[in-house]
């Protein structure tokens, strides 16, 4: 009886393992199909900015982007999300100007400034001996340039995986103009922990890419904004 149960459980596990495999080759068949089709950078032309407009974030943390890239300030909105105190130092909705000013001024945010000194690694350490993150309630943005995200989640869903559309967008407020287009796909698979994929993925291109992974602001946006 025993051995017919350990059989059993066997060949189910066989069946559930043979299954997976059949879902993550037909999904990295999908992905490398979409990769091919269109994902890459797209630089049109180079703009010179200080700051912009970043519509794809709620700014959980959103200020780090001014200590880890050259750019001076960076706009926000946010009129949907519960703003909990827990997650999101500035807890209500609306616009916001995040700026990058000389401590020496006394115009830093009280708690950015506290939570940045929890942060003793480089270059926090460098940044905060001689700035600090000014805050300012604005009504609307102001830069005249802004970076968005159009997100197609489960563009293919199927019983074993899905395959997600990224498209990151930087334009002028102003006119619509575009100025670059960054565009990647991602497979994740439907098991518990499973495996998830991009368009830069071994699986994908063949070729083994350095472990350092670059910053978004290293792959897109300092490509664009000078």
């Known amino acids: 009886m025993k051995i017919k149960f350990a059989r059993t459980q066997l060949l189910l596990f066989l069946i559930i393992t043979c299954s997976t495999c059949s879902s993550e080759s037909e999904g990295l068949i999908n992905l490398k199909r979409l990769c091919k089709k269109d994902a890459g950078l797209t630089v049109n032309n180079t703009v010179e900015a200080k700051g912009f407009y970043d519509d794809t974030t709620q700014c959980h943390h959103c200020w780090h982007e001014l200590i880890n890239t050259p750019f001076e300030y960076v706009e926000y909105c946010d009129f949907e999300s519960e703003r909990h105190p827990l997650f999101f130092i500035l807890k209500d909705n609306g616009c916001y100007r995040l700026s990058k000013v000389k401590r020496a001024s006394s115009q830093c945010h009280a708690e950015i400034d506290k939570e940045l000194e929890t942060i003793i690694i480089e270059p926090f350490s460098s940044f905060n001996k001689e700035y600090c993150i000014k805050v300012e309630s604005i009504e609307k943005p102001s830069s005249g340039l ?79 904004i000078k």
Not at 152 to 159: L, V
Not at 164 to 180: A, C, H, M
């Open 146 to 224: 802004g970076l968005f995200l159009n997100y197609d989640e489960g563009m293919i869903s199927k019983k074993g995986y899905d395959i997600s559309r990224y498209e990151y967008t930087i334009k002028s407020l102003n006119d619509n103009k575009q100025y670059g287009k960054l565009i990647n796909y991602s497979l994740v698979m439907k098991t518990v922990g499973g495996a998830g994929y991009s368009c830069s993925s071994f699986a994908v291109t063949g070729k083994r890419v350095q472990i350092y992974k670059p910053s978004f602001y290293k792959s897109f946006i300092g490509k664009v």
